[in-house]
């Protein structure tokens, strides 16, 4: 590998996008004010993982190739990049939607008490914390309190707002944004896809690579989405009688999980922001650019107002859902709400 070749490969630690948020972990690092705790917010796909990875290889490269540049070609970085590295602990719920439980945090507390086995932080990643249980959250605010100063915890979340107070308080919060459309386009053309895939999904994906990474090798998720986007639309001119039934189909606990059911709701929330943005006049792209149609034809006949309440009505639903309200009352009381025709 040439030099210039070696930069590119390492700059910004190799990751798309959220430049500044490396640019301050790279400070912290150089200047020795590295945090005992971070959290990585935004939605899902968006990159938090391979930040809080890129951090720990960051602390423990033993051969940087500047300061604060981990190499991501040693034995180290590589470890790391596979989440198999002795100094680095990831917990998470079994899957995605799932919980995050106590044991696992009192497992993690016992072993953050040892030195680091080679590198110079052990650093705790704690996956999508918006998981854990009331117990677990409160095992990892002793652990925060207690943590010696060679670990640094990294927790990720889609929001801060999802976990206790007590907890963001102590943690320095880097709230991660989505990257503009264009990026995640040429992202996905380096990765293969041609170019009117390429500009489909990374709308759809709102700027978010590892999700418009994901629609575009996995067809059952993109299949998914184009289902719940048709199934939204027909729902409109349905009867009251017709929403009820699909409440509960959707809500069914056999077929439905409530992680399948929190993606249709971001699915029909980009639906309605759609709607709102277009009826506003604003320039944005669309994010739903195959139901350009249909958007505009409901912004024509919607008023701002409407189209606002619209989008906080699925907003409300979604965060219901995280409090764990009746899923099946929360989307008859969504479905009863959209407009009809
Ligand atoms: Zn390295």
């Not at 790391?80 to 106590?102: H, N, W």
């Not at 650093?123 to 999508?128: D, K, S």
Request: aromatic share 6%; glycine share 6%; hydrophobic share 40%.
């Amino acid at each position: 590998m040439t030099k210039e070749e070696e930069r590119q490969k390492t700059e910004n630690w190799g990751l798309l996008g959220h430049e500044w948020a490396v640019e301050m972990l790279k400070q912290h690092i150089t200047h020795d004010s590295v945090r005992h705790a971070y959290l990585f917010s935004g939605p899902p796909g968006l990159g938090r993982r391979t930040l809080a990875l890129r951090l720990a290889q960051a602390l423990n490269c033993p051969q940087p190739v500047a300061p604060g540049e981990p190499c991501r070609t040693c034995k180290t970085c590589q470890q790391i990049e596979r989440m198999q590295y002795p100094d680095l602990a990831v917990i998470q719920a079994e899957k995605e939607g799932g919980t995050l439980k106590v044991e696992q945090i009192r497992t993690i507390r016992q072993s953050l008490v040892l030195k680091p086995y080679q590198g110079s932080y052990r650093v705790a990643l704690f996956l999508r914390f918006q998981e854990a249980n009331a117990n677990a959250a409160n095992a990892l605010l002793k652990t925060l309190e207690e943590a010696p100063s060679y670990v640094v915890l990294v927790l990720t979340a889609d929001t801060p707002e999802q976990l206790l107070p007590t907890i963001v308080s102590r943690c320095e919060v880097l709230r991660l944004r989505p990257l503009p459309v264009e990026k995640v386009e040429g992202y996905l053309k380096e990765h293969g896809a041609d170019q009117s895939n390429a500009r489909l999904l990374s709308h759809i994906s709102g700027g978010r690579p590892g999700y418009a990474l994901r629609l575009m090798q996995d067809k059952d998720t993109l299949d998914f989405r184009a289902s719940r986007l048709e199934d939204l639309q027909k729902l409109l001119p349905s009867t009251r009688r017709g929403r009820f039934a699909y409440a509960e189909k959707l809500t069914d606990r056999k077929t439905e999980a409530k992680e399948r059911l929190r993606e249709t709701l971001l699915l029909w929330l980009s639906f309605w922001r759609d709607v709102l943005l277009c009826r506003a006049g604003a320039q944005t792209p669309l994010a739903n650019v195959d139901c350009t149609q249909a958007i505009e034809a409901l912004a024509g006949r919607l008023s701002l107002a409407e189209a606002r309440r619209l989008v906080a009505a699925v907003e409300r639903a979604l965060d219901q859902l995280e409090r764990n309200v009746n899923p099946r009352l929360l989307v008859e009381v969504l479905l009863l709400d959209w407009p009809h025709g």
